[in-house]
C-alpha cells in the first residue's frame, strides 16, 4: 500500500472501495492501530501514528477512546451474552455504573433491531443479529471516529437501508465515519465521498452521486 | 542383601494408622521420630531408620498390633539404645534411600538388613558387623542338580535385588559366565518370577533365600554358598565417635549372648555367627556365653480379611496424605503455570526464554529424579522436610504441564476478539481478565482435571523420598501379607472414588458452559 493520502472532516462519512485484496481492510486496520505502517503518518483527531511499531499503553488507549471499529467478522466475546459484550467497555473503561451502561445497551440494540436477543449469546445469534450486535457494542463508546469493515456483509436489503440512515444520523451529529464495502447502493445512499482502491492506491475518488460519472 | 536402585525396594511391611499419623508428624518435622516402645521421658532418642516394606525377619509391622515394629534389627536397635542409656525411636525410610538419609541427619543409625561393603565405609561410619550371611543360589526343584553354581547357568536368567552384593556377583558373572542378571526392586517377586519360570536361579542372601523358599513351594536352596557377607549399621561420617560406642556394646552383646538370643528368637542362629563372633572379640571364643533359647513360635495366624482390617486404618490415612499432598500440588502447579504461561505469552524476550527453559528442562526430565535432587540433592544448601519437597517437586514439575495448557489455551482465543477489546480502549490487562482468561480458562478446564488426576496417580513417586501415601502403603500391605490381590483391589477402589468424582465434576461445568 504506497501512496495514499487522504483526509476526512468531522461529520463526513467516507466509503473505501474497491475489488477484495486492494487494501480496504488494511487502511482501516492500519487507522485503528492495529497495523503497523512502514512508513508516513495517520493524524486521527491530534494523534499522530507513524511508522515504527504499534501504539501500546497509555497510547493505545488514547486512540481507541478517539476511534472504534466494527470488523467485517463480529468478534463478540463468545463467553457473554450481547447485552453484556456492549456493556463491559461501558463499565470497565468508561466507568459507568452498571444500570446506566445496561440501559444505554438496551437502547442501542433496540434501535438496532436486537433488543430481544439482549440475553444470546454470540453463537446462537444470526450472522445480521451479531452484526448489529457489534455495531452497538461500537457505538456504545461514542467515538468520534468509527471504522466499519463491510459492515452490510450480513444485513438483508430493509436492514442494509436502516444501518445507512443511522449511520447518515451519526455522521450529521458530527461523527467521522470511515466505511469498507463492496456495496455501491449501500455506498451510494451514505457516504458523502468515494475513495477507490486497487492494488493498494487509490484509483479514483469523488462523491458517490454520480455527478462526476466516474466513481462507480 | 538389599540396597539402592533408583525405584524403593518392595520391602517394607505394613504400618498401620497410629504408625502413619505419628510418621506424618514426623515428615512435617523430620528431627522428630516416634518412640519405638512409648514412654520417652526424659530420656534422649536413638532415632533409627529402617524399612518396615523389607518385612520378616528384618523390620516389620507386628502382625498383632501393625502399630509397633518388630524384627531383628528392631530388637538389635533397641540393645544399642540400650547400651546407651536412650530410647529407641524408629523413623520408616524407603529403602534405597536409607544411605542418603542417614547422611542427611533424618535419624542417627540407619539398621535394616544393610550389606557391608567398601563403598560405604567410604562414605559414612559403618559398625561392625553383626550377622553373617552366605549368599545362597534358589533354583526350581527339578533343577536342583542342574543349576548348581553360576557356572551350570551360562546364557540363563538369573535374578536378584538391584545394588547388593548379589548384584555385583551377577555382573562380574555377566562377563565370566555369560549369564543375562535380572535386577528386581523387592525380594518378592525375583522368587515368584524362579517359579514362572521367567528366570532359571535367584541369588540372595540367605534370610532372603529362606523366606523365598518357605513362602513359595517348588523351590530349593543349594546347599553351596557362593560368597559370604554381613550385615552392619551406618551412621553419618561425622558420628564415628557414637559409632565407636555402639561397636562396643555390640561386642559386648556377642561376648555375652544378647545377640545370639536375638538371633535364635528369629531362627537365624547357626555356626557362623560364633565364628564371627570370635574373630571379631579377638579370637577369644570362650568369651562366647553359650545360651539356648527356643525359636520363637510361628506368630499367630491371621486370615487376609482379618489382615485388611487391621490395615484398612492405615490405608485411609494413607489416602488421606494422597488428597492433602495431591490438592496442594495441584494448586501450586496452577498458580504457577498460570504466572508461567502468562510471562510466556505477555512477557519480554529475556523472561520468555528463561520461562521455556525451566519448561522444557522440567518437561525434559523424569519426576523422580527431580523429587531426588529436591530432597538430597540440596539437603546441604537446604535441608527440606520429606513433605514440603514432595509437594515442590510434584507442584513444580506439574506447573510446567499446567503452563502449556494455559498458554495454549490463551493463544486459542481468537485474534479478533482481542483486537476488538483492544479498540474498545480495554487495556492489555483487563483483556487478559475480562476476555481472554476466561474463555482461555474454559478451554483448560478437560486437560486440567485429566492432569489432576495424573498428578493423584504421580503423587505415589513420592515415596522415594520417604513420604508414606496410598500406593506405598499398598505395596507395605501387599509384601506384609504376601499377596497383591485384596490390597491392589483396595488401592485401585481409593484411587477411582477420588479421581472419578472430580472427572463427574469437570464434565458437568463443561456441560454447563456449552449449554451457554
Redesign the interface.
Known amino acids: 500500500m504506497t501512496g495514499l493520502t487522504f483526509s476526512a472532516d468531522r461529520g463526513i462519512l467516507v466509503a473505501l472501495m474497491g475489488p477484495s485484496g486492494s487494501g480496504k481492510t488494511t487502511v482501516l486496520r492500519a487507522m485503528a492501530g492495529l497495523e503497523p505502517i512502514d512508513a508516513g503518518t495517520i493524524e486521527i483527531d491530534g494523534i499522530v501514528l507513524t511508522h515504527g511499531g504499534l501504539p501500546r499503553g497509555a497510547r493505545r488507549r488514547e486512540l481507541h477512546r478517539r476511534v472504534g471499529m466494527v470488523f467485517q467478522f463480529h468478534h463478540l466475546f463468545a463467553h457473554m451474552d450481547a447485552l453484556r459484550n456492549v456493556t463491559l467497555a461501558l463499565v470497565h473503561v468508561l466507568h459507568q455504573a452498571q444500570s446506566e451502561a445496561e440501559s444505554r445497551a438496551r437502547q442501542l440494540l433496540n434501535a438496532l433491531g436486537v433488543g430481544a436477543r439482549a440475553h444470546a449469546f454470540p453463537h446462537e445469534l444470526s450472522g445480521g443479529e451479531a452484526q448489529r450486535v457489534a455495531i452497538a457494542r461500537a457505538l456504545a463508546m461514542e467515538p468520534p471516529l468509527l471504522l466499519m469493515d463491510e459492515p452490510t456483509a450480513s444485513l438483508d436489503p430493509a436492514r442494509r437501508s436502516e444501518l445507512a440512515a443511522t449511520l447518515r444520523a451519526l455522521a450529521s451529529q458530527g461523527r467521522t465515519i470511515v466505511i469498507a464495502t463492496h456495496d455501491t447502493d449501500f455506498a451510494r445512499a451514505c457516504a458523502d465521498r468515494v475513495l477507490v482502491l486497487d492494488g493498494g492506491r487509490i484509483v479514483r475518488e469523488g462523491p458517490p452521486d454520480g455527478s462526476t460519472g466516474k466513481v462507480f | 542383601m538389599r540396597t539402592p536402585s533408583l525405584q524403593v525396594l518392595g520391602r517394607r511391611s505394613g504400618l498401620a494408622s497410629r504408625l502413619m499419623l505419628m510418621t506424618w508428624v514426623c515428615w512435617l518435622a523430620p528431627t522428630h521420630a516416634f518412640a519405638q516402645g512409648g514412654g520417652a521421658g526424659s530420656l534422649q532418642e536413638l532415632r533409627w531408620g529402617g524399612d518396615a516394606e523389607g518385612g520378616a525377619p528384618f523390620v516389620e509391622a507386628d502382625p498383632n498390633d501393625p502399630s509397633r515394629v518388630v524384627g531383628f534389627d528392631v530388637e538389635v536397635a533397641r540393645l544399642l539404645a540400650e547400651g546407651l542409656g536412650r530410647v529407641p525411636r524408629f523413623v520408616q525410610t524407603g529403602f534405597t534411600t536409607l544411605d542418603a538419609a542417614v547422611v542427611r541427619g533424618d535419624f542417627d543409625l540407619a539398621l535394616s538388613g544393610i550389606e557391608d561393603g567398601p563403598a560405604r565405609h567410604a562414605r559414612l561410619s559403618v559398625t561392625i558387623p553383626y550377622y553373617e550371611f552366605r549368599e545362597i543360589l534358589t533354583v526350581r526343584e527339578r533343577d536342583r542338580a542342574r543349576f548348581r553354581g553360576l557356572a551350570d547357568l551360562r546364557g540363563r536368567r538369573v535374578a536378584t535385588l538391584g545394588a547388593t552384593l548379589a548384584a555385583d556377583m551377577l555382573t562380574e558373572a555377566q562377563s565370566r559366565y555369560d549369564i543375562m542378571p535380572v535386577l528386581y526392586e523387592d525380594d518378592v517377586h525375583p522368587y515368584s518370577d524362579l517359579l514362572l519360570g521367567r528366570v532359571d536361579a535367584v541369588l540372595l542372601d540367605q534370610v532372603l533365600a529362606e523366606r523365598g523358599v518357605r513362602r513359595n513351594a517348588g523351590l530349593i536352596n543349594q546347599d553351596e554358598p557362593l560368597a559370604v557377607g554381613h550385615y552392619v549399621g551406618l551412621l553419618a561420617q561425622e558420628q564415628a565417635p557414637l559409632r565407636d560406642r555402639m561397636n562396643e556394646i555390640l561386642l559386648a552383646a556377642m561376648g555375652d549372648g544378647r545377640l545370639e538370643i536375638i538371633f535364635r528368637r528369629w531362627s537365624l542362629w547357626n555356626d557362623d555367627q560364633p565364628r564371627l563372633y570370635a574373630r571379631l572379640l579377638g579370637g577369644r571364643a570362650d568369651n562366647i556365653a553359650t545360651v539356648s533359647v527356643s525359636p520363637l513360635g510361628s506368630p499367630e495366624t491371621l486370615s487376609n480379611w482379618a489382615l485388611t482390617v487391621r490395615y484398612f486404618p492405615s490405608l485411609l490415612s494413607a489416602a488421606l496424605i494422597t488428597i492433602v499432598l495431591s490438592c496442594l500440588s495441584m494448586a501450586l502447579a496452577v498458580v504457577m503455570g498460570i504466572l508461567i504461561a502468562s510471562g510466556r505469552v505477555y512477557a519480554a524476550a529475556p523472561l520468555r526464554i528463561a520461562l521455556t527453559v525451566y519448561v522444557e528442562v522440567v518437561r525434559g526430565t523424569p519426576l523422580l529424579l527431580q523429587l531426588f535432587v529436591l530432597y538430597f540433592g540440596l539437603a546441604a544448601v537446604v535441608s527440606l522436610p520429606a513433605l514440603v519437597a514432595a509437594l515442590l517437586g510434584l507442584g513444580l514439575n506439574y506447573a510446567a504441564y499446567e503452563s502449556e495448557i494455559y498458554r495454549s489455551a490463551l493463544e486459542a482465543v ?1 485474534r ?2 482481542l ?9 492489555e490487562r ?1 483483556i487478559l481478565f ?2 481472554r482468561g ?2 482461555a480458562f ?1 478451554l483448560a478446564l478437560a486437560p486440567m482435571t485429566n492432569d489432576f488426576v495424573a498428578l493423584l496417580k504421580d503423587s505415589s513417586l513420592v515415596s522415594v523420598i520417604t513420604v508414606v501415601e496410598l500406593t506405598k502403603q499398598t505395596s507395605i500391605f501387599a509384601a506384609n501379607i504376601g499377596s497383591w490381590l485384596l490390597p491392589g483391589i483396595l488401592c485401585a477402589g481409593m484411587y477411582l472414588a477420588l479421581s472419578l468424582p472430580l472427572a463427574r465434576l469437570a464434565r458437568r461445568i463443561e456441560r454447563g458452559w456449552r449449554r ?1
Do not use: C, N
Open positions: 481468537p479478533g476478539e483486537d476488538a477489546a483492544r479498540t474498545l480502549g480495554f487495556s483487563q475480562l476476555v476466561p474463555q474454559r451457554e
